[in-house]
Structures are given as C-alpha cells and as structure tokens.
C-alpha cells in the first residue's frame, strides 16, 4: 500500500457543491441518506465530476488507489469511496475520502467468454464495496504494515502480525481488496520483467532472458528512480507518473538482484 498525499480539491467542485447546496453536515439524519444518494447521481456525468477524477488520477501519479494497476481518465478507473456511501453518506462529497481505484477486474469479466471460463475474482474497489478498511493510503505509514515477497504475495510483516490488533487489520485489508489473487500476482511479476529485461515486454511472448540487463545497468536504473525519502519509486521522468506496481517491485528486485546475479 502506498500512502497518497491528498492535495485541495477542485475549485470546480466547490462551486458545484455551493450551487447545489450540497452541504450534507445540515442536513438532518432522516434525509441525509435520500440527499446523498441524489447529489451523488446529480454529479454523474458532469465536467466537476471529470475533474475530480483527474485530480486524483494526479494525486496517484496515475496508479490504482490499491493494487497501483496503471489507470487513466477512463473505464480503467473509477472514484472510490474511502468510507462507503452506505455507512458514511454524509461523507458522500467529501473530497477527502475520494480516491482513484482501478475497475477491479470489471473489464476483464466483460469480455471473458462466458461459456468456457468461469468469471474472475474481484479486487480492489469493487471487492471492498461498503467494507472499512482500518489501515488505508492515507495513512503516511500505511506501507510499513505489508511485506512484498518474491512469489509476489503481499502480507502483514511479522511485527505487525504480532501487534493485535493491527495484525488482524493488515489481514483484512489484503483480503476486502483481495489483493493476493492469481491475476494480481502474474501483474505483479509482469511489472517486475520489464523492468529486468532490456526490451519492453510483449505479454503474449516468452520472456527472453538474455535481453536480461547486466546488474550495473539494472542498479544504475534503479538508484535513478528510487527515492530514498519514500522509499518507493519516484515518479518517472517521463511521463511524470508512477511505475505501476512500483513497490512490489522495487522490494522484490532488491531480493532478486541477490539471486540472478551472484
Ligand atoms: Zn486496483
């Protein structure tokens, strides 16, 4: 989990929620359900809605709330609430617990073909629903809770295992996102290969391990994206986003360097 420094909401959505007299902390608790529920419709499909989601694709860096999949300002993503519309409406509009997570295998179960392969698990977002996570990446020390291994399963690290409750707490977390499923994992290897590999990887080729690059090189690259400060990857130069998966891997190499290259 990667802690995400939330930054002023968008002058847009200010002004729509003053427009719309959208202040749901005056409302009564007998509408504030039915009023949340409205606003949040009335929201669908508007430019202040677009500019939510830009912003926090922003925030992100461009990587899923949860699982850091590469998302974009498309069906790729989606707002989640921190805290569920069901339990916490009057958080319905709260900039604050807004953030960007993937489709959560939506796109995928869409175009599986449906009479051979039975449908994918969930994650993410969409596995999480009204569930309430008790560490989340707003939390600056959320990463400290996980270990990433090199099978690419990610679990609470021993101390926080033998600290109740937060022990239990990183526990559910992994499982409401479900974040150590089949897919995730093979995401989570795929991101590692590209960056080993000299040539950008085609997901329908074998890997080709003598494009493998020389640990000089691979050292030198990631010295050049890894921020000591935050101990993950910073943003890429490029494109000014982060690498998806980039603490998987970046923990996970740092075990594999010691192993491909003796
Ligand atoms: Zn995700």
Redesign the pocket.
């Known amino acids: 989990m990667k802690y995400i420094d939330k930054q002023q909401e968008p002058q847009s959505f200010l002004t729509w929620k003053g427009r719309n007299n959208a202040d749901l902390r005056s409302r009564n608790t007998q509408n504030l359900s039915s009023e949340a529920k409205r606003l949040w419709k009335k929201l669908n499909g508007t430019p202040e809605k677009e500019a939510i989601k830009i912003s926090l694709l922003k925030e992100q860096g461009y990587i899923?709330?949860?699982?850091?999949?590469r998302?974009a300002n498309d069906d790729s993503s989606q707002i989640e609430h921190l805290k569920s519309r069901e339990n916490y409406p009057i958080n319905t509009l709260d900039y604050d617990n807004f953030l960007a997570?993937?489709d959560?295998g939506q796109i995928d179960n869409t175009n599986r073909d449906k009479s051979s392969s039975p449908s994918f698990p969930e994650?993410?977002?969409k596995n999480k629903g009204s569930n309430e996570l008790n560490i989340t990446p707003l939390q600056v020390n959320c990463d400290s809770y996980f270990q990433y291994q090199l099978d690419f399963v990610i679990n609470p690290t021993a101390t926080t295992i033998s600290i109740s409750p937060i022990g239990n707490d990183a526990a559910n977390v992994l499982s409401i996102l479900n974040l150590n499923i089949d897919k995730l994992k093979a995401n989570r290897y795929q991101a590692l290969l590209t960056l080993i590999l000299k040539n950008p990887l085609d997901a329908d080729l074998e890997p080709n391990y003598a494009n493998l690059k020389s640990k000089t090189e691979l050292e030198a690259e990631l010295n050049s994206l890894f921020d000591q400060t935050s101990q993950t990857f910073r943003r890429h130069n490029n494109n000014n986003n982060f690498l998806p998966y980039c603490q998987i891997s970046y923990q996970a190499i740092k075990e594999l360097i010691s192993v491909i290259y003796p």
């Open positions: 899923c709330c949860y699982c850091q999949k998302i997570t993937c959560g994650y993410c977002g």
